[in-house]
């Protein structure tokens, strides 16, 4: 879907607004000493903190994630990094800041700046730059959360559209910089023995999960402030159902794949209290940063409708938490069983008809599950699943695609703000009151409300961290 759309001039530098953070250290200079590796990063990076650092402090900063990511193995890539590695220090309200930048910019016209800093702070970064003049012909990426709910997302798109143009803000998601995400839009439309069974008459329900064995991590303060819904489901696991629900783009073209997703979520049912059950493992409580009382929801499952000719009444269930069973990202989308049963177990014993299993993490795959026949006279068989794909070697990480992707101009794995939006208004009617949460055990699968929530369509599947057959 790379060609030639849109495409803006490249970056001829980066600025890192929040370079002395937590995700600069761990995501974002493992990410650089990548592309510098592969020869891809030849501009200035220029990092903006108020942290009272020097530039040799940020050197270090920078070696020592590159080291906790991975080994150093080309000296020469982290020297060419560190060489071009500049700092300015200052208050992002303080205009002096961003004067200063401007002089460590020198030369670079074209700069991308990008905000990986708490979001209170991208309205007060983005008009800074504007006032400096630092927003002609410059592009703004902007991390996750955009916002926090429809009215906040609308007034950040607000903010950011009267400094910068559409094509030019990149909101940043990193999942959807996943091999594993990339290969769902690919599956879907390159392959044509999929199209005729991809809608409601041959697909009975898709389920997605996305767990994690961990708890907050010291991040205690942050998740009071957002909660499982508004962290991970309406935003990664939203994307995810938007390239799974998208009818086929008119066109070769990073524009009409957005203008699909974007009607994915147009056509979401809004949700309602009934459609959603939250959850807060036991001890959360506990965490640093964390309120005595706190109802902040660890683990969210809900069920969700999607009103368009393709999926109408087909139920989609999605649910993401902390502390469960395992960490893992898995799809499975159910297909109805033979319309009339031939074989008295032409459906497996877990109660499952045919399905197509896409995990997404801790490694990728692509299955399909399949019922074959057992060596005998008697009619009997069981479901085995046909491996398609399976881990490839070489996969960039998420940060290393997305920046360069925004450097080179290509919005293609990006989100746009009409489907920003649109995602928030369907979950705005359960942000306002939600419903109390219920308790669970670290190490399961989530309070037991959750299982009656997908019960009539045959229950969860529950990711097994299993290797893929030889």
Not at 46 to 62: E, H, P
Not at 184 to 193: D, G, K, P, Q
Not at 289 to 313: H, M, Y
Not at 323 to 334: F, R, S, Y
């Amino acid at each position: 879907m790379d060609n030639a759309e849109n495409r803006m001039q490249p970056a001829d530098a980066l600025v890192i607004f929040g370079a002395t953070g937590d995700l600069a250290h761990k995501m974002i200079f493992p990410a650089l000493y990548a592309m510098a590796r592969r020869g891809v990063l030849n501009v200035p990076v220029v990092g903006v903190a108020y942290s009272k650092w020097s530039l040799a402090q940020l050197r270090k900063q920078a070696t020592d994630s590159i080291r906790q990511a991975g080994k150093i193995d080309d000296r020469g890539a982290l020297d060419l990094l560190l060489s071009q590695l500049q700092y300015v220090d200052g208050d992002y309200n303080d205009p002096g800041t961003f004067q200063a930048l401007r002089q460590a910019l020198g030369d670079a016209r074209r700069p991308a700046h990008y905000l990986a800093i708490p979001p209170a702070l991208f309205a007060t970064v983005i008009q800074g730059l504007g006032a400096a003049g630092l927003a002609k012909q410059a592009r703004v990426i902007v991390e996750k959360p955009f916002g926090r709910d429809l009215a906040s997302a609308r007034e950040l798109n607000r903010v950011a559209l009267s400094v910068f143009p559409e094509n030019s803000i990149f909101r940043i998601d990193h999942y959807l910089g996943k091999e594993a995400i990339m290969n769902i839009l690919y599956f879907r439309f390159a392959n044509s023995f999929l199209e005729p069974i991809w809608n409601r008459n041959c697909v009975a329900s898709v389920q997605i999960t996305l767990s994690e064995d961990f708890g907050v991590k010291g991040r205690g303060a942050f998740y009071e402030s957002a909660g499982c819904l508004r962290d991970v489901i309406q935003n990664h696991l939203f994307q995810i159902v938007a390239l799974l629900a998208m009818e086929p783009p008119a066109y070769q073209g990073f524009g009409a794949v957005h203008n699909e997703k974007a009607r994915v979520f147009q056509s979401m049912r809004p949700l309602k209290p009934d459609d959603v059950v939250r959850g807060q493992y036991t001890g959360y409580r506990k965490e640093p940063g964390v309120a005595k009382d706190s109802d902040v929801e660890t683990f969210c499952a809900l069920r969700l409708f999607i009103d368009s000719w393709r999926w109408e009444g087909v139920p989609w269930y999605l649910r993401s938490g902390k502390c469960l069973a395992n960490t893992a990202a898995e799809v499975l989308v159910e297909l109805k069983p033979p319309p009339q049963r031939l074989f008295d177990d032409s459906v497996s014993v877990d109660g499952r008809a045919n399905y197509l299993r896409f995990r997404l993490s801790p490694n990728s795959a692509v299955a399909l599950a399949a019922r074959v026949k057992r060596a005998g006279k008697e009619f009997v068989g069981f479901q085995r699943e046909l491996y398609l794909l399976d881990e490839q070697p070489g996969e960039e990480t998420p940060y290393e695609r997305l920046l360069g992707d925004a450097m080179a101009g290509v919005g293609a794995l990006f989100t746009r703000e009409d489907a920003v939006e649109a995602a928030w208004a369907v979950v705005d009617p359960v942000l306002e009151t939600p419903r109390h949460v219920y308790p669970y055990k670290p190490g399961s699968w989530g309070p037991k409300q959750a299982d009656a929530l997908i019960k009539a369509d045959g229950g969860w599947h529950n990711p097994v961290l299993e290797q893929a057959p030889k």
